[in-house]
Nanobody, 121 residues
Framework: QVQLVESGGGLVQAGGSLRLSCAAS????????MGWYRQAPGKERELVAA???????NYADSVKGRFTISRDNAKNTVYLQMNSLKPEDTAVYYC???????????????WGQGTQVTVSS
């Protein structure tokens, strides 16, 4: 019932910037948390950044000071501004959304299709 559409990935030179977007649509009552995960070849998927409905944020140590997560609640959209990109940031980035529903107290988890970010040295 909820669809996530990601955009903004691509190829960039080391030191450059990219801005990822993830828009949620469908039957949404409440979005509790929106975040970004990434998975590089041969590595496990890891949390990059997350933001709650109240605006609290959490970042992986490897991206602190370089990445900024934000959200537009009116548009049900989360953004990831990535600056000073490094080759180590190369990965598929996945949007993650946790929602609530009017008919249930539990949370529901949704994943985006993934967008490739490649940083050349």
């Amino acid at each position: 019932q909820v669809q996530l559409v990601e955009s903004g990935g691509g190829l960039v030179q080391a030191g450059g910037s990219l801005r990822l977007s993830c828009a949620a649509s469908g039957s949404i009552f409440r979005i509790n948390v929106m975040g970004w995960y990434r998975q590089a070849p041969g590595k496990e998927r890891e949390l990059v950044a997350a933001i709650t409905s109240g605006g609290s944020t959490n970042y992986a140590d490897s991206v602190k000071g370089r990445f900024t997560i934000s959200r537009d609640n009116a548009k049900n959209t989360v953004y990831l501004q990535m600056n000073s990109l490094k080759p180590e940031d190369t990965a598929v980035y996945y949007c993650n959304v946790k929602t609530g529903r009017l008919s249930s107290p539990r949370e529901y988890v949704y994943w985006g299709q993934g967008t490739q970010v490649t940083v050349s040295s």
